[in-house]
């Protein structure tokens, strides 16, 4: 590097750029904390829905689904399940996941196998109402088509 | 070695090495459950072998950091380490905690690991990469406190020279963004959003410092470059890490719940993000050019190389191919996902601890001049083994992603192919994939048996050979 560019400058852009790009981030979060309310409808969560997240948790399921993208990769995403499998009927949807759920591990060979997890008809229910309340939040439209 | 307390780094280099052999098997039992449903999942089902393949990967890195800064702290602050008998303490409980959490994973069903530790009262399990019991998170904190403490009071008594001021800020933001991983809010959006300040901020943030402080220490000394020169180098490089990765994050907040505007600030900050990684590149090049003396540990400089390079390519090239968002709302959750991962980490972090382990090892061991010549060469046969079928597996996630995306995701509702199908379609990447994890084991037991080859043999010269500098 050119003689001119000393390390202080150097030393200066790390601190300044650093400093003031983490203070732009923490700006950027205050106005997004603001801006959440409309769009992830936190309204909706009832304690059904928190316990389905819980559920969510204590089983793992990120291990193999994937979440509005995030997670492994290995089944199916789940964040427009209910659209995928429930047509947008919550009735239709929370009978699918109680068959679905009973059905498990599908004794096809060479299929990826999920475990049967032992749920109670309300644990399934709760399950479903959070995957309910999650394909309603405003992700930008993502993903591209039903299949997820 | 210039002082005893760096031998407190051998049992960290060690454990990190047996940990990330573990991950490794861990990760062909995967490959091979992405092909055959049926592949020992009565035993070990998917979601168990990917938490033990992502957390041993977390943890083995920090043992290797740990390891790192014990290493060249103390050389850098020219003075002994504050307390060696912490670091040794610290081992034991990092490593007892370790291998308890993966039994955990491994004996009893994940539900009822929650149920054991008490998740209930303060919940954080379950999360990617974030399964961890409450209760290990608490010791990793406890650890962290305890290595951030050490190393901190060695750098206050000795010499602050920038790697050691880089190197703690990055381990400080370490062990602060960790914290995050506490924060477990009932709304879903919200804990996704600072999950995220855990991981980004993390991979995509403090430890770009770390990487940038050990490969600095390890080019100054492999090369005898002017610390000066290095020092610059460094500045200049996590200035810009910093600089694009901080706000880079929203290439994250896309399709999980923020606003409209994180699709412009993520796609243009990340799409600088790969600036860093090509300097870093130029940096090591740039150094080892203008070398002081011919090192005999050649295979140091050798990683030190390649982790710039691998880590430009994982990092860089392929976080930018899917980075903006209008293609990112295509690839998002895809095999590309996993291609990037997997290059990224491997090149970045795990090069960059095999480089520290590479270039200190043999000091610790009495080889002040580097192993044998024997040995340097089946590690550098290793070496190109271990980057060569990275970029394998790179290149068949690649593709089966590409290939995703087109079955799954570009046709419209009723003509795309269900996720199912898809994979089914696809796997003749995931057969390669595989194939290619095959012979990065192979490189990483031909890398492990180069420490038990040659060890009789006398390094041939007594003192680094001076030679003039020539461009590489």
Redesign the interface.
């Given at each position: 590097m050119a003689e001119r560019f000393t390390k202080g400058m150097a030393r200066n852009i790390y601190y300044g750029g650093g400093v003031f790009v983490f203070l732009l981030l923490l700006g950027l979060t205050f106005d997004t904390m603001l801006k959440l309310p409309k769009r992830d409808h936190r309204e909706n969560i009832t304690e059904a829905v928190a316990r389905g997240k819980a559920l969510w948790e204590h089983n793992n399921c990120i291990g193999c689904h994937s979440i509005m993208g995030e997670g492994a990769y290995y089944a199916p995403e789940l964040a427009n399940v209910f659209d995928r499998r429930g047509g947008g009927n919550e009735q239709a949807f929370k009978g699918f996941m109680e068959s679905w759920m009973a059905a498990q591990p599908l004794q096809i060979e060479g299929r990826r196998k999920m475990p049967q997890f032992h749920l109670s008809p309300e644990q399934v229910n709760d399950l479903s109402e959070f995957l309910i309340w999650t394909s309603r939040i405003d992700d930008n439209n993502w993903p591209p088509n039903i299949e997820g | 070695m210039k002082f005893e307390s760096q031998m407190v780094a051998k049992p960290y280099f060690i454990f990190a090495l047996t940990l990330f052999t573990g991950q490794i098997l861990f990760g062909l039992i995967l490959g091979l459950?992405?092909v055959?449903?049926?592949f020992l999942?009565t035993y070990i089902?998917?979601?168990?072998a990917?938490?033990v393949h992502t957390n041993l990967l977390l943890v083995w890195l920090l043992f290797g950091f740990m390891g790192a800064s014990y290493y060249l702290v103390p050389e850098e602050s020219d003075t002994e380490l504050y307390s060696p008998w912490l670091a040794r303490v610290t081992f034991w409980v990092f490593a007892a905690a370790g291998v308890a959490t993966v039994l955990g994973y491994l004996l009893v069903p994940?539900?009822k690991l929650?149920?054991l530790t008490y998740?209930?009262l303060l919940?954080t399990?379950?999360?990617?990469f974030l399964?961890q019991p409450t209760i290990t998170k608490i010791g990793i904190v406890l650890v962290c406190l305890s290595y951030v403490f050490n190393i901190g009071m060695t750098i206050l008594k000795g010499r602050k020279t920038?790697i050691n001021m880089v190197l703690i800020t990055g381990l400080i933001g370490l062990a602060v963004f960790f914290l995050f991983s506490f924060y477990?809010p009932?709304?879903?959006?919200?804990?996704?959003?600072f999950w995220w300040w855990v991981v980004h901020l993390w991979v995509e943030g403090v430890w770009e410092l770390i990487l940038g402080a050990i490969l600095a220490f390890v080019l100054i000394k492999v090369t005898g470059v002017d610390r000066?020169v290095v020092?610059?180098?460094l500045?200049?490089i996590?200035?810009l890490a910093?600089?694009s990765g901080?706000?880079g994050?929203g290439h994250h907040?896309?399709?999980?719940?923020?606003?409209?505007y994180?699709?412009w600030?993520g796609s243009i900050f990340s799409a600088l993000e790969p600036v860093p990684f090509f300097m870093m590149v130029m940096f090591a090049f740039k150094m080892v050019g203008e070398r002081r003396f011919e090192h005999q540990n050649q295979v140091a400089i050798k990683w030190a190389l390649g982790t710039s390079v691998m880590a430009f390519l994982g990092a860089g090239v392929w976080g930018f191919i899917h980075t903006l968002a209008p293609v990112n709302?295509?690839t998002?959750?895809?095999?590309i996902?996993?291609a990037h991962g997997h290059l990224a980490f491997f090149g970045a972090y795990a090069m960059i601890v095999l480089t520290i382990i590479s270039y200190a090892m043999p000091i610790l061991r009495g080889r002040p001049h580097g192993n044998s010549l024997s040995a340097q060469r089946l590690e550098s046969f290793a070496f190109w083994m271990m980057c060569v079928s990275m970029i394998g597996i790179t290149l068949a996630l690649t593709v089966a992603g590409a290939w995703q995306v087109a079955l799954?995701?570009?046709?419209?509702?009723g003509e795309?192919?269900?996720?199912?199908a898809?994979?089914d379609k696809i796997a003749p990447m995931f057969w390669l994939r595989e194939a290619f994890g095959l012979i990065f084991f192979l490189g990483l037991v031909a890398y492990l048996s180069s420490f038990f080859v040659g060890s009789k043999e006398a390094v041939t010269l007594e003192q680094p050979q001076l030679a003039k500098p020539t461009a590489v």
């Open positions: - | 459950q992405y055959s449903g049926d999942t089902p998917f979601n168990v990917r938490m994940y539900a929650a149920e998740n209930h919940p399990m379950g999360r990617e399964e920038v477990n009932e709304n879903l959006v919200l804990d996704k959003y000066e020092e610059k180098w500045y200049v996590i200035a910093l600089i901080l706000i994050m907040y896309f399709w999980i719940g923020p606003g409209e994180w699709l600030l709302y295509y998002h959750g895809s095999q996902t996993a799954q995701r570009l046709p419209e509702a795309a192919l269900n996720f199912m898809t994979q």
